[in-house]
């Protein structure tokens, strides 16, 4: 399964990518508004400094609304640098501009998926990923991870090619589902990849391997005097 990190954050990408384990980067409006761009044109110049820090898929969202301005903004997204994929809202209007973008070679990923109906559409009309929002569903008392399941059984039947990106993901328990069930991709916050890292026993062990090696050290010493 290839992890993506979810943010904007050029300090949680490099880091992320320090360990050796990033397939990729997806962002949100929220997101680039937390690192406090506020210009067009600051936002497209992040975009691309991402793209140049990591050689993988970097989602950029398209804000408009309509078909024709969704197509429009995803073209200007796309030739900031090869590795942007347009994030495209889950709406009619979307699908009708994946179809188009498919159609002239940009990458799409539809996002707000929560349904697997939604997740049907958007492969159908050509999306090369779609973005279930797990930790939204569980939010209101849904089991976001069935919906995962879901899309891959439906996914499976038909043999789409299009890639499942679980997203909205709040616990490392999110991600080991993910992967236990064959999705794709997990996008995954900072915070949450640090917590998959970490170990209680882990830390224990290497306490423990620690005290233990000072005493070989201290007896090295009293030989050695």
Request: glycine residues 4%.
């Given at each position: 399964m290839k992890f993506f990190i979810d943010t904007a954050n050029l300090n949680e990408i490099k880091e992320a990518?320090?360990?050796?384990?990033?397939?990729?980067?997806?962002?949100?409006?929220?997101?680039i508004a937390k690192e406090g761009i506020a210009t067009r044109q600051a936002f497209e110049q992040h975009i691309k400094t991402i793209c140049e820090l990591i050689d993988a898929p970097v989602s950029a969202e398209a804000v408009s609304l309509t078909s024709q301005e969704m197509v429009a903004e995803a073209r200007i997204l796309a030739a900031i640098h090869p590795q942007v994929v347009v994030k495209i809202p889950m709406t009619v209007d979307g699908l009708k501009?994946?179809?188009?973008?498919?159609?002239?070679?940009?990458?799409?990923?539809?996002?707000?998926?929560?349904?697997p109906l939604q997740a049907l559409m958007a492969a159908k009309a050509g999306a090369s990923y779609v973005s279930p929002f797990v930790g939204r569903l569980d939010d209101i008392a849904h089991e976001g991870m069935?919906?995962?399941?879901?899309?891959?059984?439906?996914?499976?039947?038909?043999?789409?090619?299009?890639?499942?990106?679980?997203?909205?993901?709040?616990?490392?328990?999110?991600?080991?589902?993910?992967?236990?069930?064959?999705?794709?991709?997990?996008?995954?916050?900072?915070?949450?990849?640090?917590?998959?890292?970490?170990h209680p026993l882990t830390d224990i062990g290497i306490?423990?391997?620690?005290?233990?090696?000072?005493?070989?050290?201290?007896?090295?010493?009293?030989?050695?005097?």
């Open positions: 990518h320090s360990l050796g384990i990033l397939d990729g980067v997806t962002t949100n409006p929220s997101l501009a994946v179809r188009q973008l498919a159609e002239e070679g940009i990458k799409t990923n539809v996002t707000l998926i929560f349904s069935a919906l995962v399941e879901q899309i891959i059984e439906v996914y499976s039947n038909y043999l789409f090619e299009t890639e499942i990106i679980v997203a909205s993901i709040r616990n490392p328990l999110h991600v080991l589902d993910a992967a236990k069930m064959g999705a794709d991709v997990a996008t995954i916050p900072f915070k949450v990849i640090e917590q998959m890292a970490k306490k423990n391997f620690l005290a233990d090696w000072e005493k070989v050290e201290s007896k090295s010493a009293l030989q050695a005097k």
